[in-house]
Every structure is written in C-alpha cells, then in structure tokens.
C-alpha cells in the first residue's frame, strides 16, 4: 500500500504495520456513542449502570465499537475525547496503536435515579433514642444502603427519632442484623404484583 520493504518495517502478512494499523482505524467511527445517567453520572458498561471509571468505560467503548478483536484500555478520558490504546488481531498476529475517539454522551435517567425520583421504599426503619444516636445509626443505614447499590429515598426527622425511607427490606434486615438491632417489625400492605401482595416492612428500633 506505501511501498514500503520488508527490510524496514514489521509486516502483517503482506502489509506493513503501519498501514495495517491505518487500515484498523479507518474502520472506526468517527464518533462513539456512550449512555449516561444524567443524575447519577455513571456509565452504561456490561449490561448495567456503573460509575465511570477508565475499566468500566474501555467496556462501554468496546461496545459500541463492536469491536470483537481489539482489546481497549483507556488511557485518558474527558468529557468528549477519550485517548485509548488499541491492541487488535489481525492475521494471527497483534498490533498496538493509540488513538483518540469523540465520545458522544447520550443522557437518560438510570433505573435506580428513575426509583430514588419516584419516592421508591420498601422499609421504613424508626430510629428512636437519644438523638445523637439516632442521626449516627440513620448515617450508618444511609452508607450501608449505598454501598451495596440500594438508596435512601427520604428521612423524617420527627421529635422521637428519625424515620428513614430504605430501597430494599432485604438490606435493611441485614443492617439490623450486622448491628444486632432488635426492632419491633410490622408491615404495610402497599399493592399487588403477578397476583401476590407486596408489604412494607417497618422497623422501629431504639438505639
Ligand atoms: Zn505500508
Ligand atoms: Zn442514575
């Protein structure tokens, strides 16, 4: 293709690795699309919602490139360019090559902001006590919930204590049990879904 010799560079069967590696990125779009939250920030990558990060975004570009024979490492990202380096197979053989790509961001609401916006609980634990007490351990459930990708949707401050609105009655089990809390438990019945009734747990615990 540039007439080069074998003599001076390294040959992919019958072209050389420049032009093999031209030949690669003229396949690549000029532009690549990524999905956004755009409340939360994080990145669409593997099949779920997760924070933005050179790992989780060289899967979103792998993605959308379809680039089956090219592994991706991000080296560089911002807002709309984002410089990778490329190790593709061709013929048998690897070559490596850096280039930058546009990212083009395309916001959405992810199914977790889209629940924290609508209010979404399943238990409501009753902090009651010594006020002190209560903002710690309402804090503690607040990071325990978060961590594990669950979410407080609202907390109450009320004379007695602080009531706390948790995403999921499962987490909020095992935060009583990781504390060796014993609430007093009762439940709300809130709908029905497939035919069965779906409750609310409600925890009220003194701390
Ligand atoms: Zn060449
Ligand atoms: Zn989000």
Same mark, same amino acid.
């Given at each position: 293709?540039?007439?080069?010799?074998?003599?001076?560079?390294?040959?992919?069967?019958?072209?050389?690795?420049?032009?093999?590696?031209?030949?690669?990125?003229?396949?690549?779009?000029?532009?690549?699309?990524? =999905?956004?939250?755009?409340?939360?920030? &994080?990145?669409?990558?593997?099949? @779920?919602?997760?924070?933005? !990060?050179?790992?989780? $975004?060289?899967?979103?570009?792998?993605?959308?490139?379809?680039?089956?024979?090219?592994?991706?490492?991000?080296?560089?990202?911002?807002?709309?360019?984002?410089?990778?380096?490329?190790?593709?197979?061709?013929?048998?053989?690897?070559?490596?090559?850096?280039?930058?790509?546009?990212?083009?961001?395309?916001?959405?609401?992810?199914?977790?902001?889209?629940?924290?916006?609508?209010?979404?609980?399943?238990?409501?634990?009753?902090?009651?006590?010594?006020?002190?007490?209560?903002? =710690?351990?309402?804090?503690?459930?607040? &990071?325990?919930?978060?961590?594990? @990708?669950?979410?407080?949707? !609202?907390?109450?401050? $009320?004379?007695?204590?602080?009531?706390?609105?948790?995403?999921?009655?499962?987490?909020?089990?095992?935060?009583?049990?990781?504390?060796?809390?014993?609430?007093?438990?009762?439940?709300?019945?809130?709908?029905?879904?497939?035919?069965?009734?779906?409750?609310?747990?409600?925890?009220?615990?003194?701390?």
């Amino acid at each position: 293709m540039c007439g080069k010799s074998s003599n001076d560079v390294r040959f992919i069967v019958d072209i050389c690795e420049p032009c093999t590696i031209k030949k690669i990125q003229s396949t690549l779009p000029g532009v690549v699309a990524i =999905r956004v939250c755009k409340f939360c920030g &994080r990145i669409w990558s593997a099949g @779920d919602f997760v924070p933005e !990060r050179k790992d989780s $975004l060289a899967v979103a570009i792998k993605q959308a490139l379809r680039q089956k024979d090219c592994m991706i490492d991000v080296l560089e990202s911002g807002q709309d360019l984002v410089k990778a380096r490329f190790t593709c197979e061709t013929q048998g053989k690897h070559v490596t090559f850096i280039t930058e790509l546009k990212l083009k961001r395309n916001y959405e609401m992810c199914p977790r902001c889209s629940r924290i916006k609508a209010g979404y609980y399943e238990a409501v634990v009753q902090f009651r006590g010594e006020m002190g007490h209560v903002e =710690r351990m309402a804090a503690a459930l607040q &990071r325990f919930m978060e961590r594990r @990708d669950a979410f407080i949707s !609202r907390t109450e401050t $009320l004379k007695t204590g602080i009531d706390v609105y948790a995403s999921s009655k499962k987490l909020a089990s095992e935060f009583m049990l990781a504390w060796k809390l014993k609430p007093k438990r009762s439940y709300t019945l809130y709908g029905m879904k497939h035919g069965k009734k779906l409750y609310r747990n409600i925890y009220s615990v003194e701390v």
